[in-house]
């Protein structure tokens, strides 16, 4: 009896490590998220950076290798301005290329704390079905950690993404 547990254990082992190894293994994603991924990064939105801001970098994250399958191409950098001339700068740039303004959440709700990884707004694009553009300001630091960096940040799925997906109070 315990030699066949033995075996069937081994055996189970074999499994979940070929699983695990297939799953790390996996080095390219759908043709259909590189292509966005490759848009969106290119894209002549992620140029938009306010005046007083420094330190700009780029990312990408395909939805195929993030935790959630969430896409997210963007910029985060360092703003020297005040958090509304920032958001208002998003406000004004962005629905000239067609992005509309669908949500808008302030930093922090009352009795939450901070509303991580909702963004302060939220746009939306007739043109990119799925594909949100967001705005973030920073989280302020706490203890030993710094304040995060602005984003202007892509997010997209294959399956598409809303505003209303991101922005639950």
Request: with cysteine; proline share 9%.
């Amino acid at each position: 009896m315990i030699i066949v547990l033995s075996v069937v254990g081994v055996s189970a082992i074999g499994v979940l490590a070929g699983a695990v190894l297939l799953h790390v293994g996996k080095t390219s994603c759908p043709d259909v998220e590189e292509a966005m991924a490759q848009e969106l990064a290119d894209s002549t939105v992620l140029r938009l950076v306010p005046p007083n801001s420094s330190s700009v970098y780029r990312y990408v994250t395909k939805p195929c290798k993030d935790d959630d399958n969430i896409g997210q191409v963007g910029i985060g950098f360092g703003f020297s301005g005040a958090d509304s001339a920032f958001l208002d700068y998003y406000k004004t740039e962005l629905p000239p290329l067609g992005w509309t303004l669908r949500g808008e959440l302030p930093a922090e709700v009352p009795g939450e704390g901070l509303a991580l990884g909702r963004p302060q707004l939220c746009f939306e694009n007739t043109g990119k079905p799925g594909v949100i553009l967001n705005v973030d300001l920073p989280i302020p630091a706490m203890g030993d950690l710094p304040a995060s960096p602005y984003f202007l940040e892509y997010r997209f799925t294959s399956e598409g993404l809303s505003c209303s997906d991101v922005q639950r109070p």
